[in-house]
């Protein structure tokens, strides 16, 4: 069974942002980068299911954007935790996309591979936009089932068995592979590289594929191609200063519901 | 341990990503390459090495355990790398305006320059980030070959008889009540022909290593100090260059410490406060203090109107000279804050904590040459660190902190008289650990300060947990604790009614401890995710007074995961 797994490398959740000058943009000079969680649920299911299976193997793939800091190192976080290839796309023409342009090349990479399974995170931390990876399956004209909390692969045939949390209970939906997945959290416990995993990891060579390797034309990826055009970032308002209310636990929290009421009008 | 874990052997191990292990690592690497031309040259009939070289360090990164003033001393890092400049060095920004200013409560005296030995100015100094200073080691390190592992911990020193023969790294993917998860990771053992720790003041294994050997026998036991810093990010006016060093207010006149102001780029102010762990006042909190220093006028002018980025505290070894313990053994050494390398009135580590890396490093160099890592082969380290600039500063100021025992005035001028001079005694003596110094609140020489919650206003002056916000830390909160008490029943009983209050509650700088109920059926609470990794608990814990014996109620061991995520700290 061929998987492959779409990877993007995001600030860490717990970092503090500020916008640039222009306000169209974060500052990312200091931030520490992580594999994006959802996307370490959809490399451990691969993971999982290449164990299961007990053959198969695993490709991450990962494109190189402004918005990221250092992919190859996010790849070699998932090569050391057990993928068996990983594949960087990196070419100048790709700067300045949006999250179609960024389908549509990853698109025209997966053209060129052969798999059963395609996992991505069902977003990335970093923008929120949960896009991507339901592009790429519409590109490729094959069926996706979007943020899924348990996943079956039936091989012998040649479907895939996927549950997903909707409101007040559990929709379970088949599909035929090749299909796209994007997962969410509960799916798995993603599992912590070894120390010989990352060792292995540093000797492995990481495959660079460029415009050319992908065939795709320059005008259409990239800032050229790009429908969408971000027009402003704003940080959340501050945070207004907090209040104590002193006094004994009755009477405290007798004023705290008159302010509930009365002042934050929430109840 | 039943289980069979991975082993992985390599030939030298650093526990810890501090400048200290960091510029040992690089030193080493450095060696072998010129050593491995001469032999490839056919200059020398020694065959070539080719040792593995691992780094582990429990962090998320080399920079994320990362605090620090700093003002840089690059008098290491010439010798170390002297093109270091054209090489991506990050700081480029020099001490341009220093002074040391007296303050009172609300005022200020700004003492005059030749109170400052000429040594100790810091026209040559850098500022800059600590954080900024490791990760671009690291890249350099991580270049020549070395195996760098992050977020990973060293637990458990292995020994083969009495030789060091490696670490064991923490168990990771376990629960609350040390049960595997799903993705449970069993600890590596990993195996090396020399250790060296460098984890910093008061490394868990470090002082596992001094305690089992008894290496600081004949010789002081450390004090420590705890420093806690806020990175402010004002609108305008920044004062890049700005070197300022404080005494007196905020603290009391038994507390002996000082504040500092150093302006960076971007707007930004890195202010903090650093207060000897031998303070007697139970209620002693330096959170607290460095935010009624940011209060006082003098800081104000800097940062009013300023927004805390950034918080993170960690403690600084301040025993000095004499509290240094021997630094080796057989199969191992020690580096930087874990050897107790620091300058007191000079507030510096960091470059002597490289030296000493480089030290260790052309010691090791030498014990892979004749494949010798015995205690008597690497014990030439101490030789080598004895007759540098590092034990040799440390010397001329040994007597520093001991001349405050006489309180602030007296001390500033006979400190500053030993500094100049090297005078004083030549000796060991006269300290008891910082945990034997607290008093019951009544007899304690307060600060006469009482914590204000009302002065808090959301931007520049900030309550404890908004500062533990921004220091990024972060354990899982299903993970084990790292943090025990080891008797929780004396804490009520024992600790509380001697103390008049928990001072736990008080001396951590994350709101760890909390004190939970009423009367008899009170309760300190260990809210461990908050923990930033600063050892003032296992230092400071006044329990061991109470039995005469010291055995620490607080057990503090460094966790398999998680710790903060320090930024531009
Ligand atoms: C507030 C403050 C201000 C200071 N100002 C200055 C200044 O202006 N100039 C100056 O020169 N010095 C200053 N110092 C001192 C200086 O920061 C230290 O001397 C220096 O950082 C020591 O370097 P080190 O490599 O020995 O240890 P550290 O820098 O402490 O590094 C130790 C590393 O080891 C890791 N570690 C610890 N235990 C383990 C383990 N068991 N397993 C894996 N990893 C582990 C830690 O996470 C950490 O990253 C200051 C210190 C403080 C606290
Ligand atoms: S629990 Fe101990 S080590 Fe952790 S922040 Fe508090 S005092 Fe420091």
Same mark, same amino acid.
């Given at each position: 069974m061929k998987l492959i797994v779409c990877i993007k490398q995001v600030p860490a959740t717990e970092s503090k942002l500020a916008m640039t000058r222009d306000g169209t943009d974060i500052e990312r000079a200091g931030l520490t980068f992580v594999v994006n969680p959802y996307d370490e649920f959809a490399v451990e299911e691969a993971l999982q299911i290449r164990e299961r299976l007990g053959s198969g193997d695993v490709t991450v793939l990962s494109l190189r954007s402004h918005a990221v800091q250092n992919p190859e190192q996010a790849l070699r976080t998932c090569l050391a935790m057990g993928a068996d290839r990983a594949i960087l796309l990196s070419d100048p023409a790709f700067d300045g996309g949006d999250n179609y342009t960024t389908a549509l090349v990853l698109a025209a990479a997966l053209r060129r591979l052969s798999f059963d399974l395609l996992l991505f995170g069902k977003q990335a931390v970093d923008d929120d936009d949960g896009a991507v990876g339901i592009q790429v399956a519409e590109l490729l004209g094959i069926p996706h089932v979007a943020v899924v909390n348990k996943l079956e692969v039936d091989r012998q045939n040649k479907t895939v068995v996927a549950h997903r949390q909707i409101e007040g209970g559990i929709e379970v939906v088949e599909a035929p592979l090749p299909a796209l997945i994007t997962c969410q959290k509960g799916l798995n416990e993603p599992r912590y590289p070894s120390l010989p995993g990352i060792m292995n990891a540093k000797q492995r060579l990481l495959e660079v594929w460029n415009r050319e390797t992908i065939e795709i034309a320059s005008e259409a990826v990239g800032s050229g191609g790009a429908e969408l055009k971000l027009v402003r970032l704003e940080p959340p308002p501050p945070r207004p200063i907090g209040r104590i209310i002193p006094d004994d636990a009755a009477a405290a929290v007798q004023e705290l519901v008159r302010l509930l009421h009365e002042e934050a009008k929430v109840i | 341990m039943g289980e069979d874990r991975q082993i992985l052997a390599v030939d030298i191990l650093f526990v810890g990503g501090g400048p200290a292990n960091l510029s040992a690592a690089l030193r080493l690497t450095q060696l072998i390459a010129s050593h491995n031309e001469q032999v490839s040259a056919g200059n020398t009939s020694s065959p070539p090495l080719e040792p593995r070289i691992a780094l582990i360090e429990?962090?998320?990164?080399?920079?994320?355990h990362a605090i620090s003033g700093a003002i840089f001393d690059p008098i290491a890092l010439e010798e170390l790398l002297p093109d270091y400049r054209d090489r991506g060095f990050p700081f480029s920004l020099h001490v341009t305006q220093q002074s040391l200013q007296y303050l009172t409560t609300d005022g200020n005296v700004r003492l005059p320059n030749v109170l400052i030995p000429p040594s100790y100015r810091q026209d040559r100094c850098y500022i800059g980030s600590l954080q900024k200073l490791n990760l671009w080691l690291a890249e350099l390190v991580e270049a020549a070959g070395l195996y760098l592992f992050h977020e990973t911990c060293g637990v458990k020193i292995l020994y083969d008889g009495a030789r060091v023969r490696g670490v064991l790294t923490g168990d990771k993917g376990?629960?609350?009540?040390?049960g595997r998860k799903a993705n449970y990771q069993p600890g590596t053992n990993i195996h090396a022909k020399i250790t060296v720790f460098g984890e910093g003041p008061y490394g868990t294994l470090a002082e596992d290593l001094i305690h089992q050997f008894k290496l600081r026998e004949s010789r002081n036991p450390q004090s420590y100090a705890l420093g806690v810093k806020e990175v402010i990010r004002v609108k305008s006016g920044g004062s890049p260059g700005l070197a300022v060093h404080t005494i007196g207010y905020p603290l009391g006149p038994r507390v002996f410490g000082g504040g500092f102001c150093y302006g960076l780029d971007d707007n930004l102010f890195a202010v903090g406060i650093v207060c000897a762990l031998d303070w007697d006042d139970p209620q002693m909190d330096a959170q607290v203090q460095l935010q009624r220093l940011k209060k006082h006028p003098f800081i104000q002018r800097f940062i009013k109107g300023g927004e805390v980025i950034a918080y993170g505290a960690k403690t600084l070894p301040e025993g000095g000279y004499f509290a240094v313990p021997r630094p080796y053994v057989d199969g191992a050494l020690l580096v930087g804050d874990s050897a107790g390398l620091l300058n007191v009135p000079y507030l510096k580590g960091i470059h002597y904590a490289m030296k000493s890396g480089i030290l260790a490093a052309e010691t090791m160099f030498d014990a892979l040459l004749r494949n010798d890592c015995s205690a008597s082969e690497l014990s030439s380290y101490e030789a080598r660190l004895a007759s540098s600039y590092v034990m040799q500063d440390l010397y001329q100021v040994r007597n520093f902190r001991r001349a405050f025992a006489y309180g602030r005035l007296p001390g500033l001028l006979l400190g500053g008289l030993t500094m100049w001079t090297g005078l004083g005694p030549a000796k060991p003596g006269g300290v008891r650990e910082d945990f034997r110094h607290l008093r019951p609140l009544e007899q304690a020489v307060r600060g006469r300060w009482v914590e204000d919650p009302a002065q808090y206003d959301a931007g520049v002056l900030v309550d404890k947990l908004t500062d533990v916000y921004h220091s990024g830390t972060q354990h899982?909160?299903?993970?084990?604790?790292? $943090?025990? $008490?080891?008797?929780?029943?004396r804490c009520v009983t024992d600790c509380i009614p001697r103390?008049?209050?928990?001072?736990c509650t008080h001396f951590c700088p994350a709101k760890v401890y909390e004190l939970v109920g009423e009367g008899a059926t009170s309760r300190i609470q260990i809210n461990f995710a908050n923990c930033v990794h600063c050892k003032t608990c296992v230092i400071k814990d006044p329990v061991d007074v109470i039995s005469g014996d010291h055995i620490q109620n607080i057990a503090w061991r460094a966790p398999a995961e998680g710790g903060p995520r320090y930024q531009g700290l």
């Open positions: - | 429990k962090g998320h990164d080399v920079g994320a376990l629960d609350g009540d040390g899982r909160e299903d993970q084990p604790s790292h $943090i025990r $008490i080891l008797d929780p029943a103390f008049g209050d928990a001072p």
